[in-house]
């Protein structure tokens, strides 16, 4: 790409940004947010005549059909619910939506650039939900699927046969899966990162007024605003991180890795599909019995440790775990039973 059409680009890149931005503005109801988009709407207009200097020229703009159908969900379902598709389209301000417009008790706005993307840090937490979950896919599809194969009353090589196809199957699926969405959202928060980098080096003040209007937008007196931002913008790499998390509502910490993100999925999948097969495997006598019990016995575990991320009673979260589980594969059983295969 010429350098002239890498300024076209990023041109109608903010006029886009502005025309969504005034959507924005239109539909939002909170006063204190729906000038924020105005402000920022007004900046990206701003930036885009300073492109236009450096084109020599002002280039005809009509938003794209895309950006029309963006804007018509804006208005159908509101900003907040359009978050994620905001932040893919380069709309600054987004992150007001993922907190509070006013200060809560004890967790003051931050005063000091120390104080900025202090609060960010992530634990982990995210990994853990994504294992489990990965574990439960396994368990009930696998499990429904051995009893549906078992109350066909299928041999027991043949059950196996079917549970360790559908083991593979659903584990390559989820790891196919997750590696394109990991991948897609590393691609585009690369590319709004990047965009990012090259307007603080460009434009810094008109970067550090629009961060200020968004920390004034959130309750933070507007000059206190100015004056953080001004010295966070001489901090190039903090600012960066700053200006990503705040103008577009994207977290560098999670660019994440596909690869890993699909052997994770792939593993958590295995292991959860691999437990009504073990007393099959086992050649173990009422393999029926032992799988459901070991399926049971897991449904439960893993409805309790989704407790941790609802904050609802581990023994009621891994009851209703249990009771969904065991009703999906007495059903698959039942059904099962109907096409009897047995040759005995």
């Known amino acids: 790409m010429t350098v002239a059409g890498g ?7 903010e006029k886009t ?39 020599g020229r002002t280039p005809d703009f009509a938003p794209s059909l895309r950006s029309r159908l963006i804007a018509s969900c804006i208005a159908a379902f509101g900003p907040r619910a359009m978050r994620p598709i905001l932040s893919a389209t380069k709309v600054r301000g987004v992150s007001v939506y993922s907190g509070k417009t006013e200060a809560p008790a004890g967790h003051p706005w931050p005063k000091t650039v120390e104080d900025v993307g202090g609060r960010h840090r992530t634990f982990g937490g995210g990994m853990l939900r994504a294992g489990v979950f990965g574990v439960n896919d396994g368990l009930v599809s696998n499990t429904c699927l051995v009893m549906g194969v078992a109350g066909a009353a299928a041999e027991p090589n043949i059950i196996v046969l079917t549970g360790v196809a559908g083991l593979l199957a659903g584990a390559f699926s989820m790891a196919a ?18 965009q990012e980098r090259e ?19 959130r309750g933070i007196p507007l000059d206190e605003a100015r004056d953080v931002a001004s010295h966070l913008i001489a901090n190039p790499e903090k600012a960066l991180d700053t200006l990503a998390r705040e103008e577009l509502g994207l977290n560098p910490d999670d660019l994440g890795s596909p690869i890993g993100a699909a052997g994770s999925s792939f593993v958590a999948f295995a292991v959860g ?25 897991a449904l439960f575990v893993v409805g309790a440790l989704l407790s941790l991320f609802s904050g609802k009673n581990a023994w009621l979260s891994g009851l209703r775990m249990l009771a969904i589980g065991a009703a999906a594969a007495a059903a698959t059983y039942g059904i099962g039973s109907l096409f009897n295969v047995s040759t005995s």
Do not use: C
């Open 177 to 194: 899966g997750e590696f394109i969405s990991m991948l897609s959202q590393r691609e585009m928060f690369e590319h709004q990162i990047s």
């Open 17 to 55: 940004a502005a025309f969504l931005s005034t959507a924005v503005a239109a539909a939002e109801p909170d006063p204190a947010k729906a000038a924020l988009f105005k402000d920022m709407a007004a900046a990206a207009e701003e930036q885009a005549g300073i492109l236009a200097q450096d084109l």
């Open 273 to 297: 599909a691999s437990l009504p097969l073990i007393p099959f495997l086992l050649g173990t006598a009422n393999g029926v019995a032992i799988a459901a019990a070991i399926s049971g016995a």
């Open 7 to 13: 300024t076209l680009d990023r041109w109608r890149s």
């Open 199 to 217: 307007e603080l080096e460009r434009y810094p003040k008109e970067e550090a007024e629009e961060l200020a209007l968004i920390y004034a937008a």
